[in-house]
Structure formats: C-alpha cells, structure tokens
Nanobody, 126 residues
C-alpha cells in the first residue's frame, strides 16, 4: 500500500524552476511532520523543508528564499516549488512523513520519518 506518491521533477537549466508534488493518503498527510528531503550521489540524505503541525514550515538554509512548501488539504497533497535552481540542487528528492511528535525538534533527522515516497530526480545544468 503506497502512502506517498511523488510527481514532477525533471531537468532544467540553472536559474529555472520546477515543482514537485506529493499525494498522500489522508492518514499519512495528517502526520505530525511532512516534508521534503534530497540525496545527491555520494552524499547523505538531507532535509529541504518540512511542514510541522506545531511550528509551521522550516527550510534548510541552502534553499531559503528559493524553495516554497505549500499544501492542498482538499487533495491531501504537498508541493515543493523550486525557483532559482542551482546545479548543487541536483539530487533525488523524497517526500517523507513522520507520525511521532519527535519530528518537531528533530525535523532534519531521517530516522524519525515513518513514510517515504519513491523519489523523483531533479537535475540542474549550468
């Protein structure tokens, strides 16, 4: 049973924009935390932005001012709008959700997330 289904992504030149979508089952969508992570080849998975039911949205410093998370509650869908993309944004992007409130204080900790999407590749060329 797939809980998180991602779409979007692709290839774009530096300075361009892309949008990722993450459709979730209702149970998973209403998790304590739901957000986006990414993993570049040879690197650890890192947090990009997370929506927390207590505390709102938090972003990694590397994407602040360029990436925006939004939610469509009627569709149980999370979005990641990525603007002013840079080659260093190239990675596999994952949607993830955490049921445990531990995620409020550990939003960037991969281990607290119970559900993961299949991943979508984003490639930014210079």
């Amino acid at each position: 049973q797939v809980q998180l289904v991602e779409s979007g992504g692709g290839s774009v030149q530096a300075g361009g924009s892309l949008r990722l979508s993450c459709a979730a089952s209702g149970y998973v969508y209403n998790s304590a935390c739901i957000g986006w992570f990414r993993q570049a080849p040879g690197k650890e998975r890192e947090g990009v932005g997370v929506f927390r039911t207590v505390g709102g949205i938090t972003y990694a410093d590397s994407v602040k001012g360029r990436f925006t998370i939004s939610r469509d509650n009627a569709k149980s869908t999370l979005y990641l709008q990525m603007n002013s993309l840079k080659p260093e944004d190239t990675a596999m992007y994952y949607c993830a959700a955490a049921r445990n409130y531990d995620c409020y204080s550990a939003s960037w900790s991969v281990s607290v997330y119970n559900y993961w999407g299949q991943g979508n590749q984003v490639t930014v060329s210079s």
